[in-house]
């Protein structure tokens, strides 16, 4: 296990992910492997502040029989996956309302409606990002250097 990220809707879950075989997810309260979510790697796991979806990252790699995406949204109720994209990606992280999903990688930060699944704009390169809990802030870094965004974004198109 290389990922790990508690559910904050039920403390008592974990979700740990796995270079190759994918996510497990457990009850803390006695150790039980409650499902396990195979779609190549899983690097870099996160549960939405709501802890209804949950989104792992990894290299690719291959899954289901086909190249893996690197990005893969789960609906943690039923396990099954929502939406994917490719790339290699680094880290993600959730806005604290839970509508705007960050991801860093090798080639660009990328920004997405975690609810619609639309890229929302990509930018600079990144290999980490971190939302503020009460400001629309994001906090990126690359290197020896880090970036301060302040988001705009459209309420109207949520």
């Given at each position: 296990?290389?990922?790990?990220?508690?559910?904050?809707?039920?403390s008592?879950?974990?979700?740990?992910g796995?270079?190759?075989?994918?996510?497990?997810?457990?009850?803390?309260?006695?150790?039980?492997?409650?499902?396990?979510?195979?779609?190549?790697?899983?690097?870099?796991?996160?549960?939405?502040p709501?802890?209804?979806t949950?989104v792992?990252?990894?290299?690719?790699?291959?899954?289901l029989?086909?190249?893996?995406?690197?990005l893969?949204?789960?609906?943690?109720?039923?396990g099954?996956?929502?939406?994917s994209?490719?790339g290699?990606?680094?880290?993600?992280?959730?806005?604290?309302?839970?509508?705007v999903?960050?991801a860093?990688?090798l080639?660009a930060?990328?920004?997405?409606?975690?609810?619609?699944?639309?890229?929302l704009?990509?930018?600079?390169?990144?290999?980490?990002?971190?939302?503020?809990?009460?400001?629309r802030?994001?906090?990126?870094?690359?290197?020896?250097?880090?970036?301060?965004?302040?988001l705009?974004?459209?309420?109207?198109?949520h």
């Amino acid at each position: 296990m290389v990922s790990v990220a508690f559910n904050p809707l039920d403390s008592d879950i974990l979700a740990a992910g796995d270079q190759s075989e994918g996510i497990g997810v457990l009850d803390v309260r006695n150790g039980k492997l409650l499902r396990v979510l195979r779609w190549g790697s899983a690097h870099v796991v996160a549960f939405s502040p709501d802890g209804q979806t949950l989104v792992s990252a990894g290299f690719g790699g291959f899954g289901l029989g086909a190249p893996a995406p690197a990005l893969v949204s789960w609906d943690f109720r039923t396990g099954a996956p929502l939406w994917s994209t490719g790339g290699l990606v680094y880290s993600i992280a959730f806005s604290p309302d839970g509508r705007v999903l960050a991801a860093t990688g090798l080639t660009a930060l990328q920004l997405w409606d975690s609810t619609q699944h639309k890229l929302l704009g990509t930018f600079d390169i990144s290999a980490a990002a971190v939302f503020h809990p009460r400001q629309r802030m994001l906090a990126t870094t690359f290197w020896d250097s880090i970036r301060l965004w302040k988001l705009r974004i459209d309420s109207a198109s949520h």
